[in-house]
């Protein structure tokens, strides 16, 4: 099956590129390598003997996506590109509507004109807003906090409509939990630019030399041991769920809307102890007030996708911090440019 894949250059849609390969699909990546370097493409050469067809674009370029569906006959898109950091989107709100909300109806409007009706979205669990209780199962209340959150919250809510306008389409809507780990090989990875917003890329940086200490943001929440609660979930199984996506239901008209999470929650403590295991190091840390707009614990209930999908999030908590830290010690400063 051939596959358009948008943001197939970045953390996720790279590692689902290599599973796709694996499976005997043919991804075709679409990127602006906006937050991302040219240096993934002979990496995923490298590691599945082909190289994925790359073309240098924005979603928002609807004659670019017509050509491209088109030469190389899309039969299905997965579509991972867009902005993802919470503390820009608000500095930044209308770059994020137009990235993710405006990018995604363009995407939409070229997929109509070529006549593909497949489509797999990421989402994310922060459409859950702050969960009345965990673990979260798919027909909870949804809401947004930030712009970000508001962005994803409003493609749900447009793909929606348009699926219930054209009932032949399969959407599928992915609320991935907290992606992290990398492929055991150690040659993909994150690779965020700057100062990381997520706890594992800064576990990590400190871990390998790059930051002093990691800060805990709040040790009062109402959780074991004081600190924030997430369902980290290893990014080969992330990237293992498009799959099972696009053969379970991706023939299938319908909105199929599913958790992507492992159904276990751990805390930033846990993923501490967790990493300086797997790297033999010491992390310091300082335990700091709580990051405004955080919530105490969010945790998937995955059984929905486990038994309409056949898939499980399996790799354990050791493979992630493990993976994790054969990527940023096999790559220091991240990807090198080309
Ligand atoms: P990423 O930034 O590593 O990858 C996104 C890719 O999209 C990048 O390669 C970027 O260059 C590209 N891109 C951005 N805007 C584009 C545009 N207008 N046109 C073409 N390409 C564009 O992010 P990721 O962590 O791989 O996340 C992938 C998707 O999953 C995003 O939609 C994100 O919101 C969602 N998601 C991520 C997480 C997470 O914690 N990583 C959690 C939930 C949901
Ligand atoms: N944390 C720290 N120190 C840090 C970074 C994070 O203590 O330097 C803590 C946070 O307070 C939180 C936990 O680590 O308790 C996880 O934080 P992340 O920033 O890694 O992840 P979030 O759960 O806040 O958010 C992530 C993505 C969002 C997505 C959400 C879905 O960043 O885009 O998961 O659950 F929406």
């Not at 989107?89 to 990235?99: A, G, I, M, R, T």
């Not at 909870?140 to 919250?153: E, H, I, Q, V």
């Not at 959780?223 to 609660?229: I, K, N």
């Not at 493979?319 to 220091?332: A, C, G, L, V, Y």
Request: aromatic share 8%; charged share 20%; with cysteine.
């Amino acid at each position: 099956m051939k596959v358009l894949v948008t943001g197939g250059m970045g953390y996720i849609g790279s590692h689902t590129c290599v599973q796709m390969i694996e499976a005997g699909m043919t991804p075709i990546i679409f990127d602006n390598l906006y937050n991302s370097k040219a240096t993934v493409l002979p990496r995923l050469e490298n590691l599945t003997g082909a190289a994925p067809k790359f073309v240098q674009g924005d979603i928002r370029d609807k004659a670019l996506l017509v050509e491209t569906m088109r030469e190389h006959a899309i039969e299905a898109v997965i579509h991972f590109a867009g902005l993802k950091a919470v503390g820009e989107s608000v500095q930044k709100p209308l770059e994020y509507y137009d990235n993710n909300v405006n990018g995604t109806l363009v995407l939409v409007d070229a997929m109509r004109e070529v006549g593909i009706k497949s489509l797999v979205f990421s989402s994310s669990a922060t459409v859950y807003g702050d969960p009345a209780s965990v673990p979260i199962l798919e027909s909870f209340p949804t809401s947004a906090t930030n712009p970000y959150g508001r962005s994803k919250l409003m493609v749900e809510e447009c793909l929606t409509d348009f699926q219930t306008a054209n009932p032949d389409w399969s959407i599928t809507l992915l609320r991935y939990f907290n992606p992290v780990g990398s492929h055991p090989s150690g040659d993909l990875g994150e690779d965020p630019q700057g100062i990381p917003n997520n706890l594992m890329p800064f576990i990590s940086q400190v871990a390998v030399g790059r930051r002093e200490h990691l800060s805990v943001f709040g040790s009062d929440y109402p959780t074991h041991d004081g600190t924030g609660v997430r369902d980290y979930i290893h990014v080969m199984d992330l990237a293992d769920g498009h799959i099972a996506a696009l053969n379970k239901v991706g023939n299938k008209s319908g909105l199929h809307i599913y958790n992507l999470g492992t159904g276990n929650g751990l805390s930033v403590l846990d993923m501490v102890k967790a990493f300086e295991a797997a790297s033999d190091k010491e992390i310091p840390y300082q335990l700091v007030d709580r990051r405004q707009g955080d919530i105490a614990e969010c945790w998937a209930d995955p059984s929905k996708a486990r038994k309409e999908l056949e898939w499980s999030a399996d790799r354990t908590v050791d493979e992630m911090t493990r993976d994790t830290w054969n990527w940023q010690s096999k790559n220091p400063q991240g990807y090198p440019d080309l």
